[in-house]
Every structure is written in C-alpha cells, then in structure tokens.
C-alpha cells in the first residue's frame, strides 16, 4: 500500500498565522501528524517546517550555505562524514534576523564495494539537518518535539 501524502491542512497553517503575531510561528504544538520516529528519537519533517515558514514569511526569508567540509578520520583517505554551515535569513518587519546552523552526517559507503554512495545526498542531509535547527532556533517551530 503507497505512503499516504503528508499535507498541511488549512486549520493548522490558520492556527499558525493566527498566533503568529502574538506568539511567534511556532507558538502552536506541533500536529502529531508531522512528528516522525527514527530509533528513540523523534523528529519533525523539514516540508512541514518550511511551509510555516513560508507562510509566515512569505518571499521574505532564505536559507544560505556558507560553507561545507569534507570530515576525514585521521591519516586515513576515507571521509567519514560532511559538515555544512548554513544560515537562515528572515526580513521582518523590525530588520533583518539571522541564525547560523552546523549540522553534519555520516558518508554513505556501500557495504558491498567500500566505495562512496552518493556524496550529494550526504551533503543535502547535512544541509536539511542545519536548515531545521536554524528554523527551530529562529522561529521555535517544533520547540515541543
């Protein structure tokens, strides 16, 4: 049976605007709905984030990558993982805010060959992961998870 499609229902975005301008974008919970489990932790998926972000900020926000790194584990010329420094700019109606983000993870190596996977999904995981943070950070979106 296919995954049901994830999507934001007008009362949830309405809620959100709705506190908004007392509160902040993230003053409602989070729906349980967007709350998803990997292991012993939970986590919220980066579509739902954005989407409150957009429609808080609409066209008045962006996310910047400032930098990556390549992580090496010593003398070794294996990367075992990659970092990305990003940074999320919001244009408000007071200035601009910023919030840099660090996230990184692990390099995908095939188990079959020791070969590389596929950096750029690595490097997107890394990117999204910081992206989350930032959001979180900023505009206390999912401060419940």
Same mark, same amino acid.
């Given at each position: 049976?296919?995954?049901?499609?994830?999507?934001?229902?007008? &009362?949830?975005?309405?809620?959100?605007?709705? $506190?908004?301008? /007392?509160?902040?974008? #993230?003053?409602?919970?989070?729906?349980?709905?967007?709350? @998803?489990?990997?292991? *012993?932790? =939970? +986590?919220? %998926? @980066?579509?739902?984030?954005?989407?409150?972000?957009? %429609? /808080?900020?609409?066209?008045?926000? $962006?996310?910047?990558?400032? &930098? +990556? *790194?390549?992580?090496?584990? #010593?003398?070794? &010329?294996? !990367? !075992?993982?990659?970092?990305?420094?990003?940074?999320? $700019?919001?244009?408000?109606?007071?200035? @601009?805010?910023?919030?840099?983000?660090?996230?990184?993870? *692990? /390099?995908?190596?095939?188990?079959?060959?020791? =070969? +590389?996977? %596929? !950096? #750029?999904?690595?490097?997107?995981?890394?990117?999204? %992961?910081? !992206?989350?943070? /930032?959001?979180?950070?900023?505009?206390?979106?999912?401060?419940?998870?």
């Amino acid at each position: 049976m296919p995954a049901k499609k994830k999507t934001t229902t007008a &009362s949830a975005l309405e809620k959100h605007k709705a $506190s908004k301008k /007392a509160n902040g974008v #993230g003053a409602v919970p989070t729906p349980k709905y967007y709350v @998803e489990k990997k292991g *012993q932790f =939970e +986590y919220v %998926d @980066e579509a739902y984030m954005r989407r409150l972000l957009n %429609d /808080a900020y609409p066209d008045k926000w $962006s996310w910047t990558i400032i &930098s +990556y *790194q390549l992580c090496k584990d #010593g003398s070794s &010329s294996k !990367f !075992f993982a990659i970092a990305v420094h990003g940074r999320l $700019s919001i244009q408000t109606d007071t200035g @601009e805010r910023h919030f840099d983000a660090i996230a990184s993870h *692990q /390099a995908s190596v095939s188990q079959k060959t020791g =070969e +590389y996977v %596929d !950096f #750029g999904n690595d490097m997107k995981a890394a990117s999204t %992961d910081a !992206f989350k943070v /930032a959001i979180n950070r900023l505009c206390n979106v999912a401060d419940d998870v």
